[in-house]
């Protein structure tokens, strides 16, 4: 069983930035695909990033690509989403989720474990 709780969240101007932290219980988080997936008002839940086990192996959305960086500290069972350049599209409630087995990662289909999320509003 693992455990995932963002912080990080919060009200920031369009063209500013924040960065997301998910904090993981469990011994094996280190083998986990992690990735971040957000859902906006109205809208399905969307992938936009994740993180290989090792750190080396990085996805993102069309939408964040150059604006986003996802990494990791595996000693410190903490997956990151610095989000740079942030446009009032990219407000939702975003969430940290693990893959296990590591497949498809760009899709929800392998994530099995669920962060309650943390919501990004950006003004414009």
């Known amino acids: 069983q693992v455990q995932l709780v963002e912080s990080g969240g919060g009200l920031v101007q369009a063209g500013g930035s924040l960065r997301l932290s998910c904090a993981a219980s469990g011994r094996t988080f280190s083998t986990y695909v992690m990735g971040w997936f957000r859902q906006a008002p109205g809208k399905e839940r969307e992938f936009v990033a994740a993180i290989n086990w090792s750190g080396r192996r990085l996805y993102y959305a069309d939408s964040v690509k150059g604006r986003f960086t996802i990494s990791r500290d595996n000693a410190k069972n903490t997956v990151y989403l610095q989000m740079n350049s942030l446009k009032p599209e990219d407000m939702a409630v975003y969430y940290c989720?693990?893959?296990?087995?590591?497949?498809?990662?760009?899709?929800?289909?392998?994530?099995?474990?669920w962060g309650q999320g943390t919501q990004v509003t950006v003004s414009s």
């Open positions: 989720t693990a893959n296990p087995a590591g497949n498809e990662p760009r899709t929800s289909v392998g994530y099995t474990y």
